[in-house]
Antibody, heavy 121, light 107 residues
Framework: EVLLVESGGGLVQPGGSLRLSCAAS????????MSWVRQAPGKGLEWVST????????YYTESVKGRFTISRDNSKNTLSLQMNSLRAEDTAIYYC??????????????WGQGTLVTVSS | EIVLTQSPATLSLSPGERATLSCRAS??????LVWYQQKAGQAPRLLMY???NRATGIPARFSGSGSGTDFTLTISSLEPEDFAVYYC?????????FGQGTKVEIQ
């Protein structure tokens, strides 16, 4: 059974930093690209970042480029998101999501339960 | 960036009725359109991929169709557990975008 468990969310002041983690199990972690998707309170889904299975190739949505860094440790089956210079508009539930196989890496087939990040003074 | 527009924003129906949800892309996404279901307080769940393929464990009352820019998700007969928000999604040039969602609520 695929399981994704996020942690690290919390309350942070504007301009602050936070590091999210996602512990993965139930599949060969290094074989799949992984992503972060967020959802602001009462709003829709927004893709944030994706990292290839090897950890070499990264993709970011424009609004977080230069502020967020996605990384992974394939020896520990862990995905991370380092968030710096946080803004009020980054307030959201952050979901860790697994992408489909390489031939179908356009969809997210498994999601964690999410971790809430609140940016407020 | 490809923009996905979902309609209607809200669909008010009764259990047993047929639900038809639409997703329109600002440019062609071929057949690579995905649907998710999100219930209140829960993470999204993959429903359909490549427009018409049901994900593992998804009941046959869910079906998808379309290609290019116009796509439809149909729920043939609504069950109580189907009342939720539905999102469409695509990937283009290594950017993933979602529609704004359609809420299917109990009338």
């Amino acid at each position: 059974e695929v399981l994704l468990v996020e942690s690290g969310g919390g309350l942070v002041q504007p301009g602050g930093s936070l590091r999210l983690s996602c512990a993965a199990s139930g599949f060969t972690f290094s074989s799949y690209a992984m992503s972060w998707v967020r959802q602001a309170p009462g709003k829709g889904l927004e893709w944030v970042s994706t990292l290839s299975g090897s950890g070499v190739t990264t993709y970011y949505t424009e609004s977080v480029k230069g502020r967020f860094t996605i990384s992974r440790d394939n020896s520990k089956n862990t995905l991370s998101l380092q968030m710096n210079s946080l803004r009020a508009e980054d307030t959201a539930i952050y979901y860790c999501a697994k992408l489909g196989p390489a031939s179908s890496s356009h969809y997210f087939d498994y999601w964690g339960q999410g971790t809430l990040v609140t940016v407020s003074s | 960036e490809i923009v996905l527009t979902q309609s209607p924003a809200t669909l008010s129906l009764s259990p047993g009725e047929r639900a038809t949800l639409s997703c329109r892309a600002s440019q062609s996404v071929s057949y690579h359109l995905v649907w998710y279901q999100q219930k209140a307080g829960q993470a999204p769940r993959l429903l359909m991929y490549d427009a018409s393929n049901r994900a593992t464990g998804i009941p046959a009352r869910f079906s998808g169709s379309g290609s290019g820019t116009d796509f439809t998700l149909t729920i043939s007969s609504l069950e109580p557990e189907d009342f939720a928000v539905y999102y469409c999604q695509q990937r283009s040039s290594w950017r993933w975008t979602f529609g704004q969602g359609t809420k299917v609520e109990i009338q």
